[in-house]
């Protein structure tokens, strides 16, 4: 309806008119309206009845449409409206949950940037002192006091230290455990036979014997290194001196099957270390490993050594050498089975170790394989015996006081004197000034050999 205002409310049309009198607008709508076209009477024959009648079904038929059409826009609109309400609020609430995060994000901001201002110095402080213990770390390095070899054990200081006897009996070659030792002891131990007493502090070899029973000699060797003393038996004065001179006794002839094994044992010991030698037997077939040696310390309290090690010369120093003076040694002890004969090994700085019978002298490590024994200094230690009625085959011989001594290393000879108070006391060796020798870094190998019949000699 053209001009027309769509009612308010409802469906209905009112007109304002006065009473008996046509209303010239809606006869003015009416003749223009499609309806008059198609129902009403012809303009020309229009009366005012007839206009009002017509007019009155024109008004019913619109008030109809609009019935049709007007609810379902208002609906329409009404959905619209509250569905782009909705929509505001929506919008409204995000836009204020977003600044709330904003305002909460630069307030831990700011709050955090307060705190590092205030912290600054204390931060500055310990980073300085955090990049000065990396530098400490970094540069702290760790002797061993056995040995002098450098070491990632911080501890190693006054760690533990193991004495362990090892037969050099024809039967008893090769033996597992030297080559790894820090210091070995060579001496007769009866019937012109030697023996090694070998000494451990850092390494901890996983197959160690054949293991053999102790003797005075070796049990007054190793006081001073305040060590646990593994053996399997003894001699008489050798198992009472264990026995009441405030030792670490560690007899394993007590601890078979626990923490000693015979490779000629049930298939448990055997599996318990399956590096062992076959076919040996007693008493040449004793063996152990680290793995049951700290056990039994830990079990017992054996736990750190203090002692006094050799001087050692500075680390990666290496005497200057004019020339080589002694590049084969040969150590006379009894018979030329045990009697050892090492050649100098230049580009190593080592002396090979063999016998003058039966070749390299041979370690057997727990992989099984094999390793010539090479230790980085040799000494020669004349040593005086000591004769015993009640155990005549046993030899026995003096440690303290002094004598003389032979040091080979970097391929030349020193002439030295050992020298020592008592047993408690630390083997040294000095030159004709009474001056400490230095020693090189590594492993060292003394051979006590008796005056009067044993000697040594070394040429280029």
Known sequence: MDGMKRPYRGSKIYVRKKKGEADETLVNLYKDSEFAKENATPKAELASEDVDEDISAFINDEEDKVKETDVPVKKSV????????????????????????????????????????????????????????????ADEIYYSPLTGLET????????????????NSTDARPQSGLNEAGIVYEAIAEGGITRFMAVYQEAKPKLVGPIRSARQTFVELAKPYQCSYLHVGGATNAINTLKTSGYRNFDGGWNEG???????????HRNALPSMPRGRYAPHNVYTSFDYIDKYNYANGFGKSTFTGFARIQPDYRTPVDEITASTIQINVSSNYYNVLYTYDKANNRYL??????????????????????????????VNAIKRSSEPKYSDYVTTGTGDAYIFQDGIQINARWTRGSVNDPLKFVDSNNEEIKLNRGQVWITLYPSGTGSVKASK
Request: charged share 25%; proline share 2%.
């Open 78 to 137: 009404k959905a619209k409206r509250k569905k782009a309400a909705i929509k505001e609020k929506k919008k409204s609430k995000a836009k204020k949950t977003i600044g709330k995060i904003i305002f909460a994000t630069i307030l831990v901001a700011l709050i955090v940037l307060g705190v590092l201002y205030l912290l600054m110095p204390n931060l500055e402080e310990k980073v300085v002192g955090q990049q000065k213990l990396e530098e400490t770390v």
């Open 152 to 167: 990632t054990n911080k501890d190693i200081k006054d760690a533990g230290v193991t004495c362990i006897m090892i037969e």
């Open 258 to 268: 626990k923490y000693v094994f015979r490779s000629s044992g049930n298939s448990s």
């Open 353 to 382: 170790r063999s016998h003058v019978t039966g070749g390299a002298h041979m370690s057997l490590n727990a992989d099984g394989s094999k390793v010539q024994n090479a230790p980085t200094v040799v000494v020669a230690m004349k």
